[in-house]
């Protein structure tokens, strides 16, 4: 089976997106699986790296490798002399943030009608916008913070909004990931510092209600063979108010990279940790996803209340250490998002067929005139 592991990008998370890459491509079973790495540049565009499993082949100002593109289901290059077509049978997508998670790699890859490893369209293009996916979840009957939504300019309306839940609060750009443009306010000069640097990220922005005594729960599922299946929580450990792109990614090679600077499984109250596990679960059936989702809760440590965070539909290492205790490993998790991408391709819809061009040729003599034109 050919397996295009698909990485990299042009988002701020791009680097996160290699490692996770990396790791995917050394969890693959390569007595099962022939890999073909597919790095999207800083520019958007394809190549296959040479030396792919190594991050030095990354560090640097340009990566060494050949280009590729898709057609149809084939992915295609030059070999030598000659270009090669191999058909692929799945992508991997370790993409994390802008078009790789946001729905239009996923809607490239529908056309090209190779399946792929993540949620579809509507459900990637819905967690990665935290305002829609804050209302989706609210609709869902799910506990969310209070906040609200301002465009570019409008510091007046964030400045009211928090004069009247009360400082602090978190500000966040709408469409980034891994904590990216994110900051506290704990006050008016703060917050509008604060808006500044997130509208450098989007021109949309969520200011937020901010908890000062809390545990950052997060808890993934995946689908396999129409069962979705819940991790156990985790919680990750740090001193922060919030945890930074520092925090998960360059503490010393720490964070949600690895199984290190965490608890688990996570020690909470059986009610809490059965709010976390439904809630996902409910999120991820009703949105009908697939392949492996991380979503990241918050619990006040005061009242006790869990409130949900944000949705992560490719997150980072593909969350394959929150399955470990249910004895599935990373080489196992790979297995299980293929099988079900490729199973959900193979259900076929019945097509509809309207004849309207048949009937349309045959009815008229002016066929070919359009709108008093001619085509």
């Not at 698909?6 to 693959?28: H, K, N, P, W």
């Not at 309306?157 to 978190?170: K, M, N, R, S």
Request: aromatic share 8%; proline share 3%.
């Amino acid at each position: 089976m050919n397996i295009a592991v698909i990485y990299g990008g042009t988002s701020c998370e791009r680097d996160v997106s290699v490692i996770t890459g990396i790791q995917a491509m050394g969890m693959l079973d390569t007595f099962k699986y022939d890999i073909f790495p597919v790095l999207i540049s800083e520019d958007g565009d394809m190549l296959m790296p040479k030396n792919a499993g190594k991050i030095r082949t990354y560090i640097g100002e340009k990566v060494v490798g050949t280009p590729v593109h898709f057609e149809g289901e084939h992915l295609v290059f030059r070999r030598g002399m000659r270009h090669e077509r191999v058909h692929i049978d799945c992508a991997l997508l370790c993409t994390h943030g802008g078009m790789g998670e946001n729905g239009a790699l996923q809607g490239f890859l529908e056309m090209c009608r190779i399946p792929y490893t993540s949620p579809g369209v509507e459900p990637s293009a819905i967690c990665m916008n935290k305002i829609t996916a804050k209302s989706i979840f609210l609709g869902l009957g799910i506990n969310v913070l209070d906040g609200a939504k301002v465009q570019k300019g409008g510091g007046k309306q964030a400045a009211e909004y928090a004069a009247e839940v009360g400082y602090p609060v978190i500000v966040k750009p709408a469409g980034q990931g891994s904590s990216i443009g994110i900051d506290m306010a704990k006050d008016k000069e703060q917050l509008m510092q604060a808006l500044d640097m997130a509208f450098e990220f989007d021109d949309t922005v969520l200011v937020e209600k901010a908890l000062t005594d809390f545990k950052e729960i997060n808890c993934a599922c995946v689908r396999s063979r129409g069962e979705v299946i819940v991790s156990s929580p985790e919680r990750p450990i740090c001193w922060r108010e919030f945890l930074t792109f520092e925090d998960k990614y360059l503490s010393n090679g720490k964070g949600k990279m690895s199984a290190s600077a965490r608890e688990f499984p996570a020690i909470l109250p059986k009610d809490a940790e059965e709010y976390v596990k439904s809630s996902a679960a409910r999120v991820y059936a009703e949105l009908d996803m697939k392949g492996v989702v991380r979503f990241d809760f918050l619990m006040d440590n005061a009242s006790g209340k869990v409130y949900l965070n944000e949705a992560n539909t490719i997150p980072g290492s593909l969350a394959s250490y929150l399955f470990t205790d249910k004895g599935i490993d990373g080489n196992r998790l790979m297995d299980i998002m293929i099988e079900e991408a490729v199973t959900a391709k193979g259900e076929k819809r019945r097509i509809y067929s309207s004849k309207v061009l048949e009937a349309y040729g045959a009815g008229s003599a002016n066929a070919c005139k359009i709108a008093g034109g001619h085509i």
